[in-house]
C-alpha cells in the first residue's frame, strides 16, 4: 500500500499550474498497477545538493523535469538578489548534449529573466569549462550549466557556479539550499520570462575562450615539429566536438581525426552503453579509428567536455587507457619540469588534488619544492584554492582521479578542452626524445615508486539502496576494522567526524579539514582505501591506491602485475 504523503505529494502536482502532458503522466502512476515508479517518483524532493541537482527525468518531485529545474531557480535567484542588493545581477548559462537540454537550459534562463536578472545565454552548446570562464569573463554573479556529466542518458542536472567560475561552496552552497527548500509548489516559481534580459553569446566568445588555452603551451616549438603527429579525438556526442578540436590546433596539431559515428551531439548515445570516458568500453570506436590512421595519440571527453580520457600505444603497440591518476601525473609532471627548465619555479607556486586522487601528485609536487594542496572529493574545492591564494601565488595544475584536469586558472572547474591539448603537447614533447607515454610514466615510477589505482562503485537501488549504504558506512564508524583482507590497518581517517584514528598506537588525533561523508583506510603494506557515497545518487565508491618500488623500466609490467593483484584482492574484499 502506497504512503498517504506520497499520493498527497502526486495530487498537490496535479492541483498546481503544469502542463496536461505532465498532469496525465501523474494520474498514470497513481492507477499503475505497481506503485514503484509513484512511489519513486514522489517519495522526496529532489534533493537540491551542494552542487546542484542531479537524478532521472521524468515526472515528480524526485525526478529532473521543467519544474523541479523551474524551482531549483527559483530559489537560487532568490538568494542572488539576497546576495547582490540593489545590483545588476548577471547570469551565464548553457547546456551540452543531453536529452530536454535546451528545455531545461531555456527554463532556467526564462525563470531568472521573470525574476529581473540578466541571463548571458550561450547560443549553441558548449563545454562546462567555457561556462566557468564566461562567468569570469563577463562579469556574472552566478552560472549554470544544464547536464548530468556522463551518467546514463536517462539522467540530467544543473551545476551552479558563482561568480569566481567555480562550481558553488560554502557559505553560498548550503545558502542556495535554504532558498531552495523554502519554494513548495511550483506556483512559487515566477514563470513569466522577460526575452530583453536575454543575451546570446554568438561564437566569437569561442575565440576568446581558445586564446587562453593557447597561452598554455610551454613548448609550442615540439607541437610544430610533431604537426603531424596522429591524433584521435571523440567527444562521445556531447559538447566537445567542436572545441577540442579547434584547441588542438591552435597548439599546433594538424592531423586530427575525429571519430564519425560520435561526432554529432546525441543524449541517447547510440554508440556506447554509458557515455563515460572512463569505461574502455566507451572507447571502443575511438580506439579501432586510433589503429586505422596509427594513432600516437586517442583523447575523448565526456558530454559536457569537463574531462578527459587518453589511450596511447604501449611497448608492444597495443592501446592502453590511462587512468585519471596516471594523465593527471603526466601533467603535472611535464608541467613542474618544463616550469623548471624555464626558469619560472620561484617557489610561489601550488598544485592541487583531492584525498581520494592518487597520493603521487603530491610526491612530485613535493620533489619540485612547489606546495600542494589536498582537498576534499569535487573539483569545486580545488577552485576554492585557487580563490584562496588568487593575487598572492600562481595555479599551476589541478586534478582529481576522474578525469578531471585544470591547466592555469582563467576557468574554475576541470577543462577537457585544454587538457586535450595539453596532454597531445606532452606527447610531442617526449616524443622529440623518443619516448611514448608509457615511458614517461616509467620515469616517474622510478623516481618517485609505481603508484597503481583502482575505483569500485555499487549502485543501490531507490530509497532502500540509500538506507543500506548509510548503514554501511554507519558500521565502518562504529566498528572500525582491525585488517582488511588480512592486512592490519595501520590508520582510520573519518573526515566526517573530523578523526585520525591511530589503529597501531591507539591513539586518537583532530583532522583538520572540512567535514565530508568520507572514511580511509590506510594498510601495513602501504595500501590505502576510501569509502565516499555519492551525494547524488545511492551509490557507494571505494577508491583503492597501491603502491611498490619500481627498480627498471625492465620490471614496469611485472611490477604492474603484482599491484594488479593486490587491487583484486581488495576488490574481492570490498565488492
Known amino acids: 500500500m502506497t504512503d498517504a504523503s506520497i499520493i498527497n505529494k502526486a495530487q498537490s502536482w496535479l492541483n498546481s499550474n503544469i502542463d496536461t502532458q505532465t498532469k496525465a503522466e501523474i494520474n498514470a502512476l497513481l492507477n499503475a498497477e505497481d506503485p514503484a515508479e509513484l512511489i519513486d517518483s514522489f517519495y522526496r524532493d529532489l534533493e537540491f545538493g551542494t552542487g546542484g541537482l542531479r537524478g532521472i527525468m521524468g515526472v515528480g518531485s524526485n525526478r529532473i523535469n521543467v519544474y523541479t529545474i523551474g524551482m531549483a531557480t527559483q530559489g537560487l535567484a532568490n538568494y542572488l538578489k539576497a546576495s547582490f542588493p540593489n545590483q545588476e545581477i548577471s547570469v551565464a548559462v548553457t547546456n551540452d548534449s543531453r536529452l530536454n537540454n535546451t528545455l531545461f537550459a531555456d527554463t532556467t ?136 578540436p579547434a584547441a588542438l590546433k591552435v597548439f599546433g596539431f594538424e592531423n586530427i581525426h575525429i571519430v564519425e559515428e560520435q561526432k554529432e551531439p546525441d543524449g541517447n548515445f547510440p ?147 585544454s587538457a586535450c591539448a595539453i596532454v597531445a603537447e606532452i606527447a610531442a614533447y617526449y616524443r622529440q626524445k623518443g619516448m611514448g607515454l608509457i615511458d614517461v610514466l616509467a620515469e616517474i615510477y622510478q623516481k618517485y615508486g609505481f603508484y597503481k589505482e583502482s575505483l569500485i562503485s555499487i549502485t543501490k537501488k531507490g530509497k532502500d539502496g540509500a538506507e543500506q549504504i548509510q548503514e554501511l558506512m554507519k558500521g565502518f564508524r562504529t566498528n572500525k576494522p582491525s585488517s582488511i583482507n588480512g592486512i592490519k590497518v595501520e590508520k582510520v581517517i573519518d573526515v566526517q567526524e573530523s578523526r585520525i584514528y591511530d589503529m597501531k598506537g591507539n591513539k586518537e588525533y583532530h583532522l ?10 590506510y594498510l601495513e603494506d602501504g595500501s590505502k582505501i576510501s569509502a565516499r557515497p555519492s551525494g547524488t545518487e545511492p551509490k557507494i565508491k571505494y577508491y583503492i591506491s597501491v603502491n611498490e618500488p619500481l627498480p627498471n623500466r625492465a620490471a614496469y609490467r611485472k611490477v604492474e602485475a603484482s599491484l594488479e593483484r593486490k587491487i583484486n584482492a581488495l576488490k574481492d574484499f570490498f565488492g
Open 271 to 417: 554508440t556506447v552503453k554509458y557515455p563515460n570516458p572512463e569505461e574502455a568500453e566507451a572507447l571502443d570506436l575511438s580506439i579501432k579509428l586510433g589503429k586505422k590512421v596509427k594513432a600516437e595519440l586517442v583523447l575523448a571527453c565526456d558530454p559536457d567536455g569537463d574531462r578527459t580520457a587518453a589511450v596511447v600505444p604501449n611497448e608492444n603497440g597495443d592501446f592502453e587507457l590511462l587512468n585519471g591518476n596516471q594523465t593527471g601525473a603526466l601533467i603535472i609532471y611535464y608541467l613542474l619540469n618544463l616550469y623548471r627548465e624555464q626558469g619560472r619555479l620561484t617557489g610561489n607556486q601550488f598544485t592541487v588534488s583531492t584525498i581520494v586522487t592518487t597520493d603521487l601528485l603530491g610526491v612530485i609536487s613535493r620533489d619540485f619544492k612547489v606546495e600542494y594542496f589536498n582537498v576534499l572529493t569535487g573539483f569545486k574545492n580545488i577552485a576554492k584554492v585557487i580563490l584562496a591564494n588568487e593575487g598572492e601565488k600562481e595555479f599551476i595544475a589541478g586534478g582529481e582521479e576522474s578525469y578531471g584536469f585544470l591547466v592555469g586558472d582563467f576557468a574554475r572547474d576541470k577543462d577537457g578542452v
Open 512 to 521: 583538520d579539514l572540512e567535514k565530508s561523508n568520507v572514511i580511509q583506510f
Open 109 to 244: 534562463a526564462n525563470v531568472m529573466t521573470a525574476n529581473g536578472i540578466k541571463v548571458k545565454y550561450f547560443k549553441e552548446m558548449r563545454p562546462t569549462p567555457m561556462l566557468s570562464f564566461a562567468i569570469r569573463h563577463f562579469g556574472c554573479e552566478s552560472g549554470v550549466m544544464v547536464t548530468a556529466s556522463h551518467n546514463p542518458k536517462e539522467y540530467n542536472g544543473y551545476k551552479v557556479y558563482w561568480n569566481d567560475g567555480g562550481q558553488v561552496v560554502a557559505p553560498h552552497d548550503k545558502n542556495i539550499i535554504t532558498e531552495v527548500l523554502k519554494i513548495k509548489s511550483i506556483d512559487d516559481v515566477n514563470w513569466n520570462k522577460n526575452d530583453a534580459l536575454k543575451e546570446f553569446i554568438e561564437e566569437d566568445f569561442d575565440l576568446i575562450y581558445l586564446n587562453e588555452v593557447k597561452k598554455l603551451s610551454l613548448s609550442p616549438q615540439f607541437n610544430i615539429l610533431a604537426k603531424d603527429m596522429p591524433i584521435v579525438f571523440s567527444p562521445i556526442h556531447g559538447a566537445s566536438g567542436k572545441m577540442v
